[in-house]
């Protein structure tokens, strides 16, 4: 049951996001302006992984926004988004754990030049903001099952996030100066 449930689930989100009419176009790591990032808000590895990114950002002149979901049902009040971070919950969500493009207008209609998918095992409500991204670039880890939320899926040695993030970001760095 829990197999047929997760099914429909992901049919649900690959129908909603086939509404999505973005541009897909992979922008030179020297051409980008924006980058988002989804993330798990609740991973122990959160600090680290967001200091990585804010440097590797301030380095290749990128504005870093990120997205962080907890899997709680009420955010605590010490969660405060501000212009580069939001958060969201479960009581953003449908009874099946999927996001509506409405409640998340900020995080899918913004054209950001990278949405990465920082987040060690599928997690549907990023996979459902992913997918209904108007992001132009879009990566993730390499799960066949959602390839319809990712433009380019990285498959990491081992399921580390930090060395999985480590390799994303040299990918994006090399592939638009012609080095990859």
Request: charged share 30%; aromatic share 14%; glycine share 2%.
């Amino acid at each position: 049951m829990a197999k047929l449930l997760e099914t429909f689930k992901r049919w649900k989100l690959k129908k909603e996001s086939s509404s999505v009419s973005a541009e897909r176009v992979f922008v030179p790591m020297r051409k980008a302006a924006r980058m988002a990032v989804l993330y798990r808000a609740d991973d122990e590895q959160k600090e680290k992984l967001l200091k990585k990114l804010q440097d590797f950002c301030t380095e290749n002149h990128l504005r870093l926004v990120c997205f962080g979901y907890f899997d709680d049902k009420e955010l605590q009040d010490y969660h405060i988004p501000n212009a580069n971070s939001d958060f969201f919950c479960n009581k953003h969500l449908d009874v099946f754990k999927i996001p509506h493009k409405s409640e998340f207008l900020r995080f899918t209609s913004e054209k950001f030049d990278y949405l990465l998918n920082l987040y060690p095992s599928t997690c549907l409500p990023l996979l459902g903001i992913s997918a209904l991204s108007e992001a132009k670039f879009r990566v993730g880890p390499h799960w066949e099952e959602y390839d319809f939320c990712f433009d380019l899926m990285l498959k990491a040695a081992n399921n580390d996030l930090m060395q999985f993030t480590d390799e994303v970001l040299i990918y994006l760095k090399n592939f638009g100066n012609g080095q990859v």
